[in-house]
């Protein structure tokens, strides 16, 4: 339904609303009702459905038509009316003008959908300390920053759309991957280092938990020595990932995005609920977020999992900064890594409503930003990238992103097929 069906329905509420609230004063001069046909017609602007004019007759309280409306929420929803205009519309209005919340009569999750949306709570609060600045100097004294420097003036000519810093993320990734970090499916016996095989997960030890551990996968020896090695999993970045230099894609993305921050870049961690993690950079001069996979090496292939591994992505989301030592945003960028958003990817969603979670998230990024107390030119800025973020994943500026078919290189052969992944 374009803008214009939805503005005609909007005054088609608003008119049977202010019908039935002459008819209640009538009947009931006493009664009084906070519901406005203002309400009624923001209610029609976020859901659309063309069938409140038959349910809604003439003998309807006003009660009943309030929870009606409220109803159509919960029916269905078309996020792409939720612009940078409408979240943030101090943005042409001027950054003295009250923000205006798009999300005023949107419900919040559910007891169905609270677990769920815990779950973003849980990373939000993971990825802010990765603004540790202990953790940040350490990642520091690891790279290579004059090498990488060099590499990239060199590389100029390869990558001409590319700023210098553009390829020293290119080249960041190549050293990551390569040199630095090491991927782990089944990790060699403690004792003999001959194969082992997973027999489950045991509870951490208090210096495992110290350490960060969030549980510990137990290995069996498959030779004679029958040994059981532990392999922690540190779901939120630790400093002893700077010594182990090992794990599976959770550690990789949570070393190189504070690798990333640590060198002075905007970086995200991304979560994917099909069990993928990765880091997207803000580029100052594409003016745009880079997708980067250190797992894989990849830059800039948003489709890599979608086409490339055969991935049917839901939900992707991004929590990010580095401002002021504080996570700046937590965005719903699953359009950027999906082909089909509407026809195909919208029917894997049924985890949760998709306004509540539009509010969910919304709500979260704006508490994040309120404790950075910005200034009014900070602030701009932000909204400004916001801006242009909203544009790039509504593909108002056309889609150049390539279609990918490049299988995954990390991990074993039996490990990704398990995961339904191509390799």
Not at 66 to 86: F, H, I, K, P, Y
Not at 134 to 143: G, P, S, T, V, Y
Not at 374 to 392: F, S, Y
Request: some cysteine; hydrophobic content about 35%; aromatic content about 8%.
């Amino acid at each position: 339904m374009n803008q214009r069906e939805i503005d005609t329905l909007a005054q088609q509420l608003a008119s049977q609303f202010s019908a039935m609230r002459q008819q209640q004063r009538r009947t009931s001069p006493g009664a009084v009702t906070t519901t406005t046909s203002a309400t009624v017609a923001a209610t029609a602007t976020a859901t659309v459905t063309t069938d409140v004019a038959e349910d809604t007759g003439s003998g309807s309280s006003i009660d009943n038509l309030t929870r009606q409306l409220g109803d159509l929420r919960e029916l269905s929803v078309d996020t792409t009316t939720l612009d940078s205009s409408t979240a943030h519309p101090q943005e042409s209005e001027g950054l003295t003008s009250p923000l205006v919340d798009p999300y005023a009569t949107v419900p919040d999750p559910s007891i169905y959908e609270k677990e769920f949306a815990d779950t973003y709570l849980r990373v939000n609060a993971s990825v802010l300390r990765f603004e540790d600045l202990q953790l940040l100097d350490l990642a520091c004294e690891q790279i290579p920053m004059e090498r990488l420097y060099e590499e990239a003036e060199v590389m100029r000519e390869d990558y001409p759309d590319d700023s210098v810093g553009d390829i020293v993320i290119r080249r960041l990734l190549h050293w990551f991957k390569n040199e630095y970090f090491t991927w782990v499916n089944e990790p060699p016996c403690a004792s003999c280092q001959a194969k082992t095989v997973a027999v489950g997960t045991v509870a951490p030890t208090a210096q495992e938990m110290q350490d960060g551990a969030g549980v510990v996968e137990a290995y069996q020896c498959t030779q004679s020595c029958s040994t059981t090695t532990r392999f922690p999993r540190y779901g939120g970045m630790s400093t002893i990932l700077f010594k182990t230099r090992r794990g599976r894609c959770g550690e990789w993305a949570n070393c190189f995005t504070v690798f990333c921050r640590a060198i002075g870049y905007q970086a995200r961690y991304v979560h994917d609920t099909t069990d993928h993690v990765w880091t997207e950079v803000w580029s100052q001069h594409k003016k745009r977020w880079i997708h980067c996979d250190a797992c894989e090496a990849a830059y800039d292939q948003p489709l890599l999992y979608s086409t490339g591994w055969g991935k049917s992505l839901s939900y992707c989301v991004a929590f990010s900064g580095k401002l002021k030592g504080r996570s700046e945003e937590v965005v719903d960028v699953t359009r950027r890594y999906t082909i089909e958003y509407d026809t195909s990817v919208l029917k894997r969603r049924r985890s949760i409503r998709e306004l509540v979670l539009a509010k969910f998230l919304h709500r979260m990024s704006e508490s994040n930003l309120a404790r950075l107390s910005l200034d009014p030119t900070e602030l701009q800025a932000v909204r400004q990238r916001q801006g242009l973020e909203m544009d790039a994943l509504l593909g108002r500026n056309g889609d150049t992103r390539a279609i990918e078919t490049q299988d995954r290189e990390s991990g074993s052969d039996e490990w990704t097929k398990a995961r339904g992944e191509r390799r």
